[in-house]
């Protein structure tokens, strides 16, 4: 059942990877390239949002510290005991993940908005052991010195160079995502997301798939994390806090909940708006804050849902030009 | 013994819906369970589909216990249902509710949904078949494509039960499946369930349709006040005077 592409689609998908390769060029300096280097670690967060909150309905509103646990893994790997980000990486998925099935147990007992604050409470309960971790955490000081990554003696030792290292990890990220969404678990997600009951008679074991939600979207974090420390070198508990959740709620939300795309398009968007919105500093909160409740007011399905619509308008009418045409 | 419910009783608080009601459902029959609105039918459903444990009470199923177990640890051992009022997965097409109800039999772990998808696909395209075929039995297999709650009542019904099909049961628990649909519908309904039945699944049947209930039902048990008033055959039941009086209230004696 695949969808053949047209020559637009692939003239427009070849266009969009020749434009990808070649960013790091044609950047105006290395801070633009360092931006979108960061928008690709947010773009690997949100999928993992995505996929518990937008297709399972789980709502983790922890995944800002566990981005943190993530980072946290890979610096003190790193800088304690001396291994490699390849080490890092997996390292930090896999200990993110476990902390994400904890973070996911109350999922089993309360749901929606309940949930989300029980997360909100655990997240912060997460940031504030980083920040009392001792001598392992070093406190509100943080971990400077970390190293950036080499590939196979090849240092990843710029912004430029880092940029091909997130490109891949979104990529993969992404088919991913989409190869979980497109069997039986991205079946079960959306079950128990639009009736629990109903699931639970249709053989979905919920408390398996919940909790399963909650380790994925928290892998994703741990990556993203891992990908932040070697990118950073130096990370403190304050980056990891309940506004870097409520940064990637809401580009997660702009983009569209419930679509991997619009992962895609919220991680690129807000984080450059972002940088605009620097001048008006502490409001930032209150933007993200009113962006929510516009998007979920006006577009609950977020700018994928718009653009969505237009050509489903777009098509209706030459439907009908058709119908007065022939007619 | 098939399907064995014994001294159930289901209390919520101070308000007894089952009491200490026992049946025997058997295999590759149409059972049917009537009573007055409120008189505990749905809440044998609930507990027999594992969503309420029993306050007190064993429900056996081909011998084994399934009184205790988790919901979808019923369905596996091959209990469906459906519901009175109904619960497609809103977001989904009519293939992919049934789809649903089959990943109970999927064998592929995340590992291979990770790094060996030609497993993963295989096994879609045998669920793709199974799926079609239970659309082909209940005939909305045109639907397929549609998005589940954009079909009509009826056919939103129908999908209903071959998503319960989909599970693969030995025996199917029908809420009401005739409600709100009209005649020529229901006249399907009961094709539908012959179909069902020479499939090999037993019904187990909650209805109000009285006419359904006694045209299609071997077995037909009555229900007051979750209390067990009549069992028998449809003739035996109907005219049954406490059954009469449970439904119409007691003649008035000149």
Known sequence: MKKKMNITQGVLLGVAACALLVFPFVAQNSYEVHIINQ????????????????????????????WGVGAYTAAILNTKFGFPFWVNLPAAIILTGLIGAFVGLPSL?????????????????????????GSLTQGAMGIPHIQMPDFFGYPINSDQRYYYLILVMVILGFFIARQILAGRIGRSFRAIRDDYMAAKA????????QVLAFVVSAAYAGAAGALFAHLNTYISPDIFDFPATLFVLTLTMVGGMGSLVG???????????????????????????????????FMPGGVIELTRRLSGWRKNRLALVDRDASG | MFLEIEHLTMRFGGLVAVNDFSVNVQKGKIHGLIGPNGSGKTTIFNVLSGYYKPTAGRIFFEGKRISGLAAYQITARGLARTFQNLRLFSSMTVLDNLLVGMGHHGRTSIWQTLFYPVAV????????????NLLDLLEIADYAGDLATSLPYGHQRRVEIARALATEPKI???????????????????????????????????????????????????????????????????????????????????
């Open chain 1, 39 to 66: 928008a690709g670690i947010y773009i690997l967060i949100s999928i993992g949002l995505n996929l518990a909150m937008g297709y399972a309905g789980q709502f983790n509103l922890a995944v800002g510290p566990l």
């Open chain 2, 172 to 254: 199917l628990l029908l809420d009401e499946p005739a409600a709100g649909l009209n005649e020529i519908e229901t006249k399907k309904l009961r094709e539908i369930l012959g179909k069902i039945l020479d499939s090999g699944v037993t019904i187990f049947l909650v209805e109000h349709d009285m006419k359904l209930v006694m045209e299609t039902c071997e077995t037909i048990t009555v229900l007051d006040y979750g209390k067990k008033i009549a069992e028998g055959s449809a003739s035996a039941v109907r005219n049954n005077p406490i059954v009469v009086e449970a439904y119409l209230g007691r003649e008035d004696v000149l």
């Open chain 2, 121 to 132: 696909r295989r096994e879609e395209k045998e669920f793709l078949d199974k799926a079609m």
């Open chain 1, 263 to 297: 992962s895609l398009v919220g991680g690129v968007a807000l984080p450059i708006l972002q940088e605009y919105l620097r001048v008006i500093q502490n409001w930032q909160l209150v933007a993200y804050g009113v962006a929510i409740m516009v998007v979920v007011i």
């Open chain 1, 202 to 209: 249709m053989g979905v074991n919920t408390a398996y798939y």
């Open chain 1, 109 to 133: 007992k309360v749901r929606s908005h309940y949930l989300a604050i029980v997360t909100i409470g655990l997240g912060v309960a997460i940031n504030i052991a980083l920040l009392n971790g």
